[in-house]
């Protein structure tokens, strides 16, 4: 099955999305049109924009930047940005396949305003838009599952913070992630059987219900991919949340009868905070609902650094979840209902239609 390969070869592809962004050339001063001019100097804030499986990396860029980003840095999924963004404001627009018409529409309203705009795709209208304009851009390779190629999502959003001066000394720790994957990657292959292979048995165990998966500081974009990694690759519903948000709020949802929580299987992610009350926290979330919930298994992260710790538990969940698709007889890469509605709603919104006449008028 292609998505086993795609899982397989994530190590590589993150070697890979590292030497492709670090061809990027980020111009100083780009010169769009006769009133357009943008300086690409270091930004007051940055913005990823994107949708699903190409916005997630810029999740898990936020909790990574916690420690090391000193400018605010937010993910934007919508059709607009924020009213603060301009020409002090970074935008990564993130489209693997270029042709979303959020982020193209949010991608448009950047480059009018006069953001310092960098393109990650692999192709499509963002990348024709891009080679019109001059924005620079990160190609990626073609014909992947747009989840699964979140290397290609992830690494060129780092590399870009370093060349605008976001962040720097970084290679040990990208080069350690990858090692680190390179390990879990021996352990969760299809060949390894059950009582080796932590992914298989995070299947097994998630397959008779609801998956509820719960992060903590470092890992609330882990969460949510693990969430939507389970929607979209095991076509099931999930919940997600993180740590220490949930011991206000979900907390009081454990309170309802045991018929009913007793549906529920809660993963918890621990990755790297070993702040002593985050540490505590968890324990004592774990004890509260242990009898509430079906089961309880925890992830646990491998690695020294942030990111690989990070890498290493979503590298786990994301093979479970392809081993969670086998085991309810769906193809792990299909993506029926998204490609539905994203072409009912093209041929109403002609989004895309006016992003194109925006383009013309900006260069005109
Ligand atoms: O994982 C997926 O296939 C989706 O979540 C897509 O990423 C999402 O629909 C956005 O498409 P794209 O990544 O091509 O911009």
């Given at each position: 099955m292609n998505s086993v390969k795609f899982w397989r070869d994530l190590p590589e592809q993150f070697e890979d999305a590292l030497q492709r962004a670090r061809r990027l050339e980020i111009p100083?001063?780009?010169?769009?049109s006769s009133r357009l001019v943008v300086n690409y100097a270091k930004p007051q804030e940055v913005l990823i924009v994107g949708m699903g499986g190409s916005a997630i990396g810029g999740d898990l860029l936020k909790d990574w930047a916690?420690?090391?980003?000193?400018v605010p840095l937010e993910v934007c999924r919508d059709y607009h940005i924020p009213i603060?963004?301009?020409?002090?404001s970074l935008v990564i627009a993130v489209s693997?396949?270029?042709?979303?018409e959020e982020t193209l529409s949010a991608f448009i309203e950047a480059v009018s305003r006069g953001c310092m705009v960098v393109a990650v795709t692999s192709g499509g209208i963002l990348a024709y838009l891009c080679r019109r304009m001059g924005i620079p851009m990160v190609e990626l390779p073609g014909g992947m599952v747009p989840r699964s190629a979140i290397a290609y999502l992830l690494f060129p959003l780092i590399v870009v913070l370093e060349k605008l001066g976001?962040?720097?000394?970084i290679e040990g720790e990208l080069q350690e992630a990858i090692e680190i994957l390179r390990r879990i990657r021996d352990e969760v292959v299809?060949?390894?059987?059950i009582t080796k292979n932590r992914s298989k048995r995070l299947a097994a165990v998630l397959s008779d219900s609801i998956p509820v998966i719960y992060g903590d500081r470092f890992s609330r974009g882990v969460a949510l991919r693990s969430r939507t990694q389970v929607n979209e690759n095991s076509k099931l519903l999930a919940l997600s949340g993180f740590l220490p948000e949930l011991d206000h709020n979900d907390v009081l949802g454990w309170e309802a009868p045991v018929e009913y929580t007793k549906r529920f299987t809660v993963v918890f992610l621990?990755?790297?905070?070993?702040a002593q009350e985050m540490k505590l926290r968890a324990e004592l979330t774990r004890d509260l609902i242990a009898d509430k919930a079906k089961r309880i298994v925890e992830v646990f992260p491998e690695g020294s650094s942030l990111l690989a710790k990070m890498l290493s538990i979503m590298y786990i969940v994301d093979v479970a979840s392809i081993y969670l698709a086998v085991l309810n007889g769906v193809?792990?890469?299909?993506?029926t209902s998204i490609n539905k509605l994203k072409s009912q709603l093209g041929d109403r919104t002609k989004v895309i239609d006016h992003v194109k006449k925006e383009v013309d008028a900006i260069l005109d």
């Open positions: 100083g001063r780009l010169q769009i916690l420690g090391s980003v000193a603060y963004a301009g020409s002090k693997y396949s270029g042709d979303t976001l962040v720097s000394g299809p060949e390894v059987p621990r990755t790297a905070d070993d193809d792990p890469t299909a993506t």
